[in-house]
């Protein structure tokens, strides 16, 4: 079936130094819509960036990432990390068939001064 | 447009008492979610309404766990004889039901159950 590979448990940056988050994922289907969504303390988990097309950047709030088929990756990436950063990020992946969003493990990042 | 709402938003059961968990999407809404949010597990789908009707429930644990969805403005989640491995915080999420499957989905604040 489906599924999705994020970065490991805890990743705890120094403010200013980039962000990568690693996603991954795997499926049968030749054209799946990848999501990453950021959840912060204490508030509900919320969409922060989605994309369907090949090598195609897509950008929001200065993260961005790039679906890449060929490695079947989606990473999210920024270039400086903010203290308001720090939250638990999940990347997901979901069929073009409509069907529910399977999510990764999750990947909190820590933003320290 | 008050979001997603869940009630209640922390509950305490002992073991094997019962749980009901209460979902209203956002009006308009046609497809509902269920997941349960754990450390190990992270975001684990449980099941899906679609215009009220269920559509996956592969991730429900079949013996103890239940959805239903009676109305276009409210799902409940229910747990039977609840276990300490059942505690986790179960979110509830709409979407306006995209076909095509590119559909933003929108989480509420979740219900963390506590299972002594």
């Known amino acids: 079936g489906d599924s999705v590979t994020q970065t490991e448990g805890l990743v705890t940056l120094t403010e200013g130094l980039p962000v990568m988050l690693n996603c991954t994922y795997q499926t049968i289907y030749s054209n799946p819509f990848l999501f990453w969504y950021v959840h912060y303390l204490n508030e509900s988990p919320r969409l922060l960036l989605k994309?369907?097309?090949?090598?195609k950047r897509t950008e929001h709030q200065g993260f961005h990432a790039t679906l890449h088929k060929s490695s079947s990756s989606f990473h999210l990436q920024k270039s400086s990390a903010q203290l308001s950063d720090s939250a638990l990020y999940y990347c997901?992946?979901?069929?073009?068939?409509?069907?529910?969003?399977?999510f990764g493990t999750g990947t909190k990042l820590q933003v320290v001064p | 447009n008050a979001g997603v709402i869940q009630t209640p938003r922390h509950k305490v059961t002992g073991k094997g008492q019962e749980a009901t968990l209460w979902c209203e999407p956002i009006s308009g809404h046609s497809a509902v979610f269920w997941y349960r949010q754990t450390i190990v597990q992270g975001l684990e789908f449980l099941t899906y309404f679609r215009n009220q009707a269920p559509i996956d429930d592969s991730g429900m644990p079949k013996e103890r766990f239940s959805a239903q969805m009676p109305n276009q403005s409210h799902s409940t989640l229910k747990i039977q004889s609840t276990q300490p491995q059942d505690s986790a915080v179960y979110l509830c999420?709409?979407?306006?039901?995209?076909?095509?499957?590119?559909?933003?989905?929108?989480f509420g604040p979740g219900t963390r159950l506590t299972v002594l």
């Open positions: 994309s369907s097309t090949d090598n």
């Open positions: 999420a709409s979407s306006l039901g995209d076909w095509g499957g590119y559909a933003e989905q929108f």
């Open positions: 997901a992946l979901t069929r073009n068939s409509g069907t529910y969003q399977r």
